[in-house]
């Protein structure tokens, strides 16, 4: 007589996606924060922890699609890492990085959208990512078309909020994931 185990299996929670969390949350929260203080030292240095928050989670979640077979997202999520990584190259905004951010916020557009168009999220986490590519798109454009844009403006501060909502969105499917 054969036996169907009607049990969940327990979820494990290991370093991984426990790394993986802790460098998005740390991401979305401190770039929110840092978001929110006028322009110093204090903003800089939240901003460039953010960063590497967020470079760690998509690297960890880039390791993960991959596991998976989502080579797309886990491409998008690499590319992602590397535009975290290229806001620094110019020192960051107050040591005259704007070219640097500009040039970050061109590569945020093909991340976002290769993470967000294949169905590995929710729908709406989906949706959130894409979205946000638009204001950075238009951000990137603006510079390579001769204008200053900031990372202090509006296109800038729209990409980021929507970033950081699907940031909570990934966060929320790697807590509820069965299989870590």
Do not use: D
């Amino acid at each position: 007589m054969t036996t169907i185990s009607t049990q969940i299996p327990a979820r494990r929670w290991t370093a991984e996606p426990k790394l993986t969390v802790a460098g998005l949350a740390v991401g979305a929260v401190l770039g929110q924060v840092g978001g929110a203080l006028g322009v110093g030292t204090a903003q800089t240095v939240l901003f460039a922890v953010s960063s590497i928050g967020l470079a760690v989670g998509a690297i960890m979640l880039a390791f993960r699609h991959l596991r998976r077979g989502e080579t797309l997202v886990a491409a998008g999520f690499i590319i992602l890492a590397v535009a975290e990584t290229m806001i620094w190259t110019g020192g960051g905004p107050e040591q005259g990085g704007e070219s640097a951010f500009a040039g970050a916020t061109l590569f945020y557009v093909p991340a976002l959208l290769m993470v967000s168009l294949p169905t590995a999220f929710p729908a709406w986490v989906r949706a959130l990512g894409a979205a946000a590519a638009i204001p950075f798109g238009i951000h990137a454009a603006l510079f390579l078309l001769g204008a200053e844009p900031t990372s202090q403006g509006a296109q800038a501060i729209a990409g980021y909020i929507l970033l950081t909502l699907a940031v909570v969105g990934w966060i929320v499917s790697v807590v509820r994931s069965p299989h870590q």
